[in-house]
């Protein structure tokens, strides 16, 4: 505690309020404890660090490279002389002092994972200004051409910044712990758009010389960098409430706008459970099918894969997911990538409640038990002891990608459960809220929740805390014998289902008017090996080839090829060339090469022509599999 009120001395204004001027933007507390160091950031924030980042920059879509300046505020001890940054293939052309004196720089070992510090010595400067541009193949950022967009006709940028990719297109200090304020001008050529993940200034853009519009953003309070965000491309807008709203191409606007018309009772419905939504607006971008993830929550300006749209809305929690970020992740924010589990756990179990509050407590709780068979399957699959089962991960296993486990998700949603259980609900809301407020726009430790927790809830019950075993929870592998388990009601009619069918019965005649939860927990609890005549039974049957939910396609076809199917290979084969999110796309791809000769062949056949449209993120988990460098 002592070390981090020294922290809190050395931040001149810590948290003071929101504006537009550099005198009165809300600057964030650092955390400087030893669990909140971040070994996958070169910054040295108790020495200087960014407040704040200026871009102004230029979208090249023929050189697939953004260009321009950044300019940092920095805040830094006492006679600190030297800044250090994170960057990955940067090419820097020069900085210099707010006056346009130029100052020296000295760019370290590049490591293939951090990428390397950039070192300038600011002397007593506390604003430098930046030239740089984007290497080529910066890993945040995928330049699409116009055959992988919906309208065919003009090119796309999309970023993804999490974990640690957005030092591949700016220079700052790219780790979670050290929040920024940001504001950017960037030039596209007409007549493309442009939005980021901040208050977007100019809908429509401004002149910006030869056939080109320049688009203005700012984010006054202060973010985690990962957070910065950028789209551009043929994109149009359509309100879906009063503080929320879609963009999306023309030819999708339809289709998403109708899957997200619950989108502004969600954000309500949030607000009800944990407090105000502080973000100004919440709107979603409805992107090419190419983003490699299912959505990812960038402030005011949440992306999302078009993957989710089934036409039923029975995928939208993963809308009330990314909306759930808004307090947890980018309110409340991991220190470091071994904590993860406090975005994503904290998050799912924040989805599931808001999932209840606008769907009821069947749907709810249908979505609960496939997440709780989720993380058994991951303990099974990690081994009940094994590290990568704890929530706080250690040592080689707190990387940034072990943040993004399933036992991250789901074990962590599941912990938070059983605290809401052993509590009550009344209590369990109330300190959560509480929470948020308090630490609102701070970085998060495990040992700081835990210490919140035990001052703000358990308050030196010892019975309580005895049954609430919450160091074994988040420092211990495997599963606490207290875990708060599914209603196993929830599935009754579909479990019956699964035996009925394993034990050579007929396929289940009542698929069709099955929730996809029912139907995800079919698939996903029959038995993984299936003899030919089995799989076409069920294909037949319940039209699995042909489904239009992805989640369902993707539950189906990694079964299938599992088995060497042959007739689901084509639907995996259009699968795979029609979208790149990396959820779908690596499992398929590890369990085709998990199938010898047989499934090695089809799957270098079809990642020689899917490689290229896909994200880097996505392209980097596969190449592992298929062994492509
Ligand atoms: N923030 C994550 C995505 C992420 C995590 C990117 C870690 C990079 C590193 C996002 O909120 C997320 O969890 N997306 C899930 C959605 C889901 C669990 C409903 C996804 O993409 O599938
Ligand atoms: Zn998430």
Known sequence: MRLFLAAFALVATACTTAGDSPQTRMVAPILTTADARDTHSYARPEVARVT????????????????????????????????????????????????????????GAEDPAKGAPVTIRMGDARRIIIRYRSGPGAAALQWLTPQQTAGGRHPYLLSQGQPTLNRTWIPTQDSPGIRQTWTARITAPEPLKVVMSGDRLTPDGEPAGAGRRAYRFAMNQP??????????????????????????????????????????????AAEALYGPYRWGRYDVIVLPP???????????????????????????GLVAHELAHSWSGNL???????????NEGFTSYFENRIMEAIYGPRRASQEAALSFDDMMSALNEEGMTGSTTRLNLTGADGTPEGGASGIVYDKGAVFLRTLERIVGRERWDAYLRSYFDRHAFQPMTSARFLADLRANLVQGDAALEQRLMLDQWVYQPGLPSNVARPDPAAFAEVDQAVAAFAGGGAAPAAFGRWTTAERLRFLNRLPRELAQPR?????????????????????????????????????AERFLAAMGRRKFVLPLFQTLWGEGEWGRAIARRVYTQTRPTYHSVTTGSVDRVLGVQ
């Open 290 to 316: 190419s983003f490699p993830y299912g959505g990812m929550e960038n402030p005011t300006l949440t992306f999302l894969t078009p993957t989710f749209i089934a036409g039923d809305k029975s995928l939208v």
């Open 535 to 571: 799989l076409a039974a069920l294909d037949s049957a319940l039209a699995l080839n042909t489904a239009g939910n992805n989640e369902v396609l993707f539950a189906w076809l990694n079964l299938a090829l599992a088995n060497r199917y042959e007739p689901a290979v084509a639907p």
């Open 332 to 342: 409340v924010t991991n220190a470091t990538w071994a904590d993860g589990w406090l």
């Open 223 to 268: 973010v985690a960098p990962y957070l910065i965000a950028i789209a551009a491309g043929d994109i149009a807008f359509r309100p879906l409430g009063p503080r929320t709203g879609v963009w999306t191409e023309p030819a999708m606007m339809d289709r998403a706008a109708a899957e997200l018309a619950d989108t502004e009772r969600m954000v309500e």
């Open 52 to 107: 704040h980042v200026d871009l102004d920059l230029a979208l090249d879509f023929d050189a697939q490279r953004v260009e321009g300046t950044a300019a940092l505020d920095i805040l830094a001890a006492p006679g600190a002389q030297e800044i250090v940054l994170d960057s990955k293939g940067l090419e820097i052309a020069g900085v210099t002092d707010a006056n346009g004196r130029a100052l020296p720089l000295v760019v």
